[in-house]
């Protein structure tokens, strides 16, 4: 049985529930139950009854009863650390990335919700608490490391997930991940092409799968270039600004100093500009720039050289990946698991030195 009630519309209107219609028919709110829902022991002038009054007085039904009844809620989780690159920092990466998504999950009676997982709290111990609460039909993950045992424990649950990144743990699940490997490679190619042979990478400090992705893209596309690695070169550091002001500092310092630098945090880039006008230098000229950005590089000057991804469409192919591990839900083609590394467009800026 639905148990639905009078409640205000968006209008200031009042909406019909369940045993309004039984309470105005005077039949027992379980025959117009099974009437709405067309049950067979109903007759046919009973449902006829129901339909039309529920018609006339705008009978609304309670969807999060409805859910619950048939053992699911119609929400999609998507997993968030707050201690992850560009969160600290108020950025709206995954708003876009959100809107794709709904712009789908809408279509199939879905709604999303973003689930925090606090820098305070084990992310493992985080997911357990989630999915112990079983208020989520599915779950996405993001901040995918080398080894990820939420990915085996979601596995064990038989909860249906998809991952925002690869993971060397690997059960099968949907995944979509950034080209990190495409756009370490592209970015060397156009640095070699200007005469920089000196060319640092900055990496992420926590075990990120795109941290090792990055570092073996790195070396072997300067091996294939006859450069010898420096390791020296290769940089740790903190995400968003304050760790791009870190890492001039930490760039300068070297000897032989190194002429660029490749990143993968978009935040990154604002705090290097700082850090190098705090030295007297200048992005371009002194220290040569180029990695993953977004709208929010057009606020630079000079224009930063970076590789941008279409956030929107990432978040549609992320629910298209997952809407197919739903089983209960009668999808016409349960196309094969979606596993993809996600293109990116490069954006020529001024941020690179011709040292040729």
């Known amino acids: 049985m639905l148990g639905m009630t009078n409640y205000?519309?968006?209008g200031g209107h009042t909406l019909t529930g369940i045993r309004d219609l039984a309470r105005h028919l005077d039949i027992s709110i379980g025959t117009v139950s099974r009437a709405l829902n067309n049950k067979p022991d109903v007759n046919q002038d009973t449902k006829s009854k129901v339909l039309k009054a529920a018609a006339e007085l705008g009978y609304v039904p309670n969807q999060a009863g409805r859910a619950l009844s048939k053992g699911r809620t119609n929400v999609i989780g998507f997993v968030l650390q707050t201690d992850s690159e560009g969160m600290m920092q108020g950025d709206l990466f995954f708003i876009r990335v959100f809107d794709g998504m709904q712009s789908v999950l809408t279509q199939h009676g879905l709604n999303l919700v973003a689930l925090l997982s606090p820098s305070t709290v084990d992310p493992e111990t985080y997911l357990k608490q989630i999915v112990a609460r079983r208020f989520t039909d599915a779950l996405v993950l993001s901040s995918i490391h080398r080894n990820d045992a939420r990915i085996s424990y979601l596995s064990d649950q038989n909860l249906p997930f998809a991952t925002l990144g690869r993971s060397l743990t690997d059960v099968g699940q949907p995944w979509l991940d950034l080209d990190f490997d495409g756009v370490v490679e592209d970015a060397i190619h156009r640095l070699i092409a200007k005469g920089h042979r000196k060319i640092a990478l900055a990496l992420p400090r926590s075990d990120l799968n795109l941290r090792h992705i990055m570092v073996e893209?790195?070396?072997?596309?300067?091996?294939?270039?006859?450069?010898?690695?420096?390791?020296?070169?290769?940089?740790?550091?903190?995400?968003?600004?304050?760790?791009?002001?870190?890492?001039?500092?930490?760039?300068?310092?070297?000897?032989?100093?190194?002429?660029?630098?490749?990143?993968?945090?978009?935040?990154?880039?604002?705090?290097?500009?700082?850090?190098?006008?705090?030295?007297?230098?200048?992005?371009?000229?002194?220290?040569?720039l180029i990695g993953v950005g977004t709208r929010l590089a057009s606020l630079l000057t000079p224009n930063l050289s970076h590789y941008r991804f279409n956030l929107f469409d990432l978040g549609v192919r992320i629910a298209e990946a997952l809407l197919p591990t739903m089983q209960d839900r009668p999808f016409s083609d349960p196309a094969k698991i979606i596993r993809e590394s996600v293109p990116y467009t490069f954006i020529d800026g001024d941020s690179i030195r011709d040292m040729a």
Do not use: C, K, M, W
């Open 8 to 10: 205000p519309d968006n």
């Open 217 to 288: 893209s790195y070396r072997r596309n300067l091996a294939r270039s006859g450069i010898e690695v420096n390791e020296d070169f290769i940089v740790e550091t903190d995400a968003g600004d304050n760790g791009g002001v870190t890492l001039v500092h930490d760039l300068i310092e070297l000897n032989p100093r190194p002429t660029a630098v490749i990143y993968s945090d978009h935040i990154l880039p604002f705090g290097i500009y700082r850090g190098l006008a705090e030295n007297g230098l200048t992005p371009g000229q002194d220290l040569s």
